[in-house]
């Protein structure tokens, strides 16, 4: 007998879980979440999001909240390598300002704030858009078949067990995932690179500190290698040790040991340090082999494992969960073939793949030393978090989805088929009620006609589709503020461009064509992924 059913069931509460329910409820789709702890992480974890992943929580209106709790870490600029925190200081240099992106975007800069203090603030906008969240309750069973899944669960305080029926599945339960080994997904990389144990600890740190604000400090002692950070009370840190699981298991960082290592770190004997919590890990680099099996989706850890150079982890995983949240919504309410959800793992496990490579050369290029010829090019931040391509059959122009994805400069992408809607500056309305909106914010839950100014044919044909299409009309419905649309979207002014609810462009007219209607609906089915034949 079943205890409940749901749509969709999230299988893990942490960044990407939270931003899966989050992102689904916005879409209006009724989802359970699952999360074996009792509340959110205590432990910082992931640092630092991305202007891309802050236009997505911006569409959800997270991005204000978390702009407003970063506040305390903007001076927070030194990048550090001591003996101690009151000892010497063997180098000590100033992170230069965050890179202004505001022509590429419009959040203009990187949001520096760590996982444990933007967990909560997703938590509480998911339960207001209605989103079903048990924390203290795990996933011990899951079965699927041709029409559904069936999960079993259990609340871990009182032992009470529930059978739940889901449409489909989005297993965000991070790097060992019980529900991508139950599966049988294998994963491929580089494997474990270090292994990792991180101490949360209050103390006081502000006489220590002396003034100074470390984005990263790196302690080098003879007992002590690792790294302290600090949040912006200066009462709470974290150390990160490197450990050999054999020599050196994780069970025996005690309590004392742990205080201890804290004090060493700070250089101040007989510190009152209070230990929160302490979590082993690995820094590796691994990938699913697929991101779906069935009714199941592999996001975040889950499906990737990127060694935490150049922040990408969380960031790609938040990107997984937005891309698949509008692709299930528009299944569920019968707008889109189910064969869209293929498109998932055809786009995002390119992506997985590349990024992973990218933090992996980042970690070779930090250890020094000139790189060989012909060797992999690093590539910059914003083109892994902007640049990347989409290649599903959903998408203009692609027949075969590539194994991997290239990451162009976002500054040179023009609306091809397959990336990011670029960011240009429009006013909507006219007189007192008027204002100035990027095109990503016209963007909603359907799929976005943009027709040119001269485009009376393709305005026609959207309009002539009904509801499943939003419509804006460059010249009336909005005029351009700052830049030229067309220019920006390499259209003229009588083409038109689609646009799908993520944010990217999935098929482009750049002028008229002789059958406006008949294309504009195949490009529409292609993109919902429906069969007319």
Known sequence: ???????????????VGLSASL??????????LVERHAGTSVHPRAWGLYPRTLELFDTVGVTGELLTEAAGFAGHNLNGKVESLTGRELSVTRIPEPEDVSGISPIARILSLSQDRIEPILLRRAEQLGGDLRFGTELTGLTQDAEGVTATVRTRETGTEQRLRARYVIAADGAHSPVREGLGI??????TLRHQISIVFGAELEGP???????????ANPLVDGVLGHDDTLRRGTLIVTHDPAADPF???????????????????????TVLSTLPWEMAALVAERYAEGRVFLAGDAAHVIPPV??????TGIQDAHNLAWKLAAVLDGRAGGALLDSYDAERKP????????AVLRLAARAGGPPREGAPVVADTLSVMFGYRYGSKTVQGTELPPETTEFADPSTLSGEPGTRLPHVWLTTGDGTGSRTVSTLALVERRPLLMAGAKADEWHEAALALGDELDVVRVGDDVTEHEGSWHEALDVTESGAVLIRPDGFVAWRATTALPDPDGALGAAVDRVLARDRD
């Open 23 to 32: 992102f689904l409820s916005w879409h209006g789709v009724d989802n359970v």
């Open 351 to 358: 992506v997985g793949l590349a990024t992973m490579r990218q």
């Open 186 to 191: 294998a994963r491929h990389g580089r494997g």
């Open 209 to 219: 500190l002396n003034g100074r604000r470390f984005a990263v400090c790196r302690i």
């Open 310 to 315: 150049g922040g990408y982890g969380a960031n």
């Open 251 to 273: 069970e025996s960082y005690t309590p004392e040991r742990c205080t201890e290592l804290v004090r060493t770190a700070v250089g101040v004997p007989g510190l009152p340090v």
């Open 1 to 15: 007998m079943l205890d409940g059913t749901t749509p969709v069931l999230v299988v893990g509460g942490g960044l």
